[in-house]
């Protein structure tokens, strides 16, 4: 399975932009990269997700890099409800065992300052 | 939509006793998991299935069981209770046939806090 890495915490002023940073070096080339945050005392919730290009959807964007071992979630407006830890997971879809399994780390604790 | 669903909202047990925790989703999701997450620390999982009546053992599978007679629940079970089974335990779905979707885009319940004294 690949590695990551991300930062411990994070801080942000409320309604700026935010940088999450992480690194997977040792990415396999079908796995796909995931992003899911946990709100306090809730379940994780999935937030975005990409191969090689970079994407947008309503909720954040994703920037990978083009060797693919690393990449940036951006939050383009920070608000106090985006304070949550954030999660960057490797993941293979298909039916094989363990393609389907996410695996957590910390992640990055993220607080948004009023 | 409900979504992810999860039964008791919180627990707690003294060692040796048993419980079952209830996941339902009404997603019509092929896929169910269960996951634990101790204080600090990410999600684990525990079993999963790919199916009605099929199951399969996760990270940390000890001293659990799981069941899916139906499609969309999917049953925790803890025969006997410890105190290291003291955690939040999270339930998770994904993938319909009908309306697709990734494998591991997973959609998570609320979580149950079990505490065993």
């Known amino acids: 399975d690949a590695k990551t890495t991300q930062p411990n915490s994070m801080e942000s002023n409320e309604e700026e932009p935010v940088h999450l940073p992480c690194n997977h070096s040792t990415i396999s080339g079908t796995d796909y990269i995931h992003w899911y945050r946990q709100l306090p005392s809730q379940g994780p919730e999935y937030v975005i997700h990409g191969l090689t290009s970079n994407v947008n959807n309503r909720m954040a964007s994703l920037a990978i890099a083009e060797d693919r071992k690393s990449s940036t979630l951006i939050l383009h407006r920070a608000t106090l409800r985006d304070a949550a830890v954030y999660y960057c997971i490797p993941g293979r879809e298909g039916s094989g065992a363990g393609s389907y399994q996410l695996t957590f780390g910390k992640g990055t604790k993220l607080s948004v300052i009023p | 939509n409900a979504g992810v669903t999860q039964t008791p909202k919180f627990r707690v047990l003294k060692t040796g006793q048993s419980m079952t925790l209830l996941c339902a989703q009404d997603?019509?999701?092929?896929?169910m998991y269960w996951y634990r997450q101790d204080p600090g620390m990410g999600l684990r999982l525990i079993h999963y299935s790919v199916g009605e009546g099929t199951t399969a053992k996760g990270e940390v599978p000890d001293g659990y069981n799981v069941s899916r007679l139906k499609k969309q629940n999917f049953l925790l079970g803890l025969e006997s209770a410890a105190p290291s089974q003291t955690s939040v335990y999270f339930c998770?779905?994904?993938?319909?046939?009908?309306?697709?979707?990734?494998?591991?885009?997973?959609?998570f319940g609320p979580g149950t806090r079990l505490t065993v004294l």
């Open positions: 997603m019509n999701h092929e896929y």
């Open positions: 998770a779905s994904s993938y319909s046939r009908n309306s697709g979707g990734r494998t591991d885009t997973q959609y």
